[in-house]
């Protein structure tokens, strides 16, 4: 089994690709390396000692797909690639717009000419809004809250209308919850550009001393402390998510959709705590206002997964703070790209 890894070279992107490899699954790499680099390939046939095809190719060219398609008999597409910044986006939504949404319109299309009609969508619980109760389950309703939530639940549709005309289609909506950690080598992790949007880099980076202190956006939501809550899920468990998925794609379910999380939910200051508590470092924080657009808690109801995939979550707090902790120290610059 041969399968299109789109936006591979990226955080959850190259995870997967090792789980693929282990797998023995034939892995082939489309990435136009906007985020990420192609260092973080070179890790992953370095952890698994397998090799892997990679094509520096855009989404937005078609052509590029087209040639991909041509070279390799696919088939199925874990579809990755994006932009995924939720500030960015709303500065700048057109280009979101046209990245993701566009870009998934080519991969489609090119997927259509090859009758290749296998795809694991990257989808995210931002497409729950703020959640009128919880845990959150898969039939919760749908909105978005900014561009990058609205390509998402965009392409969502698009995904439905699409086995709607022609039911040969087999999709899967994955929704993931807040992906946090590394690979437990310590080779391969999340290194983002700048300074980190999300909580667990910047955590990590204050922790190695790049960075001062974190700032709590926020200790007066209707939570246990105060601090917002979220349902934080290593990796490399999401990375499996998707292997377990595959087999039930090619059952030919139709459109399928599950939430990839936990069921657990951490605060803020937990997470603080809990990786001062595996780096052995002081991590200083100051109470800050909330983030605009900010909800006060988020956690899956996973059962579903659990039911129809035989999937769940089993590594814990430790082991995201661990492995985070691991690939910091190890990568202090990332791949340096
Ligand atoms: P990432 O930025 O590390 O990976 C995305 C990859 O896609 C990058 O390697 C980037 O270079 C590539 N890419 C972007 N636009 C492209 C294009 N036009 N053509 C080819 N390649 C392109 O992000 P990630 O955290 O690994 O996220 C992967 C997917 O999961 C994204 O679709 C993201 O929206 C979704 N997701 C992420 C999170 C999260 O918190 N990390 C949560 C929910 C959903
Ligand atoms: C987690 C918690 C913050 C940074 C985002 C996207 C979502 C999905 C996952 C893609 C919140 C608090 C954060 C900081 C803080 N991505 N925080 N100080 O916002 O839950 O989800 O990533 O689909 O769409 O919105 O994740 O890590 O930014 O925040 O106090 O410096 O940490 O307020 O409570 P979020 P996050």
């Known amino acids: 089994m041969r399968i299109l890894v789109t936006g591979g070279a990226g955080y959850i992107g190259s995870h997967t690709s090792v789980e693929l490899l282990n797998e023995n699954y034939d892995v082939v790499v489309l990435d136009n390396l906007s985020n990420s680099c192609e260092e973080a390939l070179n890790r992953v046939k370095n952890?698994?000692?397998?090799?892997?095809?990679?094509?520096?190719?855009?989404?937005?060219?078609?052509?590029?797909?087209?040639?991909?398609?041509?070279?390799?008999?696919?088939?199925?597409?874990?579809?990755?690639?994006?932009?995924?910044?939720?500030?960015?986006?709303?500065?700048?939504?057109?280009?979101?717009?046209?990245?993701?949404?566009?870009?998934?319109?080519n991969l489609l299309e090119v997927m259509d000419d090859f009758n290749v009609k296998n795809i694991v969508f990257s989808?995210?619980?931002?497409?729950?809004?703020?959640?009128?109760?919880?845990?959150?389950?898969?039939?919760?309703?749908?909105?978005?809250?900014?561009?990058?939530?609205?390509?998402?639940?965009?392409?969502?549709?698009i995904l439905q209308d699409l086995y709607v005309s022609d039911n040969r289609w087999n999709i899967a909506l994955?929704?993931?919850?807040?992906?946090?950690?590394?690979?437990?080598?310590?080779?391969?992790?999340?290194?983002?550009?700048?300074?980190?949007?999300?909580?667990?880099?910047?955590?990590?980076?204050?922790?190695?001393?790049?960075?001062?202190?974190?700032?709590?956006?926020?200790?007066?939501?209707?939570?246990?402390?105060g601090t917002g809550v979220r349902d934080y899920i290593h990796v490399k468990d999401l990375a499996i998510g998707h292997i377990k998925t595959l087999p039930k794609l090619f059952?030919?379910?139709?459109?399928?959709?599950?939430?990839?999380?936990?069921?657990?939910?951490?605060?803020?200051?937990?997470?603080?705590?809990?990786?001062?508590?595996?780096?052995?470092?002081?991590?200083?924080?100051k109470i800050a206002d909330r983030r605009p657009g900010d909800i006060a808690a988020c956690f899956a109801d996973p059962l579903k997964a659990k039911k129809e995939l035989n999937w769940q979550a089993v590594k814990t707090l430790d082991d995201m703070c661990k492995d985070t902790w691991r690939w910091q120290k190890n990568n202090p610059d990332g791949y340096q790209k």
């Not at 397998?50 to 597409?77: C, G, M, P, T, W």
């Not at 994955?174 to 690979?183: C, D, E, I, M, S």
């Not at 949007?197 to 209707?222: E, H, T």
């Open 123 to 157: 989808s995210s619980a931002t497409v729950y809004g703020d959640p009128a109760s919880l845990p959150i389950k898969e039939d919760f309703p749908l909105s978005a809250t900014n561009p990058y939530g609205r390509t998402k639940l965009m392409i969502e549709e």
């Open 47 to 105: 952890i698994t000692g397998k090799s892997l095809e990679f094509y520096k190719a855009d989404i937005l060219n078609k052509q590029d797909i087209h040639d991909i398609f041509s070279r390799h008999k696919i088939d199925a597409v874990i579809h990755f690639a994006g932009l995924k910044a939720v500030g960015e986006s709303v500065g700048i939504p057109l280009k979101y717009f046209h990245n993701n949404i566009t870009g998934t319109l």
């Open 174 to 225: 994955l929704r993931y919850f807040n992906p946090v950690g590394a690979h437990e080598s310590g080779q391969i992790g999340e290194d983002p550009e700048g300074i980190p949007n999300n909580l667990v880099p910047y955590i990590s980076k204050v922790a190695v001393g790049l960075l001062d202190k974190v700032n709590v956006f926020g200790n007066d939501y209707d939570t246990s402390d």
């Open 251 to 285: 059952t030919k379910p139709g459109v399928v959709i599950y939430n990839l999380g936990t069921g657990q939910g951490y605060s803020v200051l937990e997470m603080i705590k809990g990786f001062e508590k595996t780096s052995g470092k002081e991590i200083s924080y």
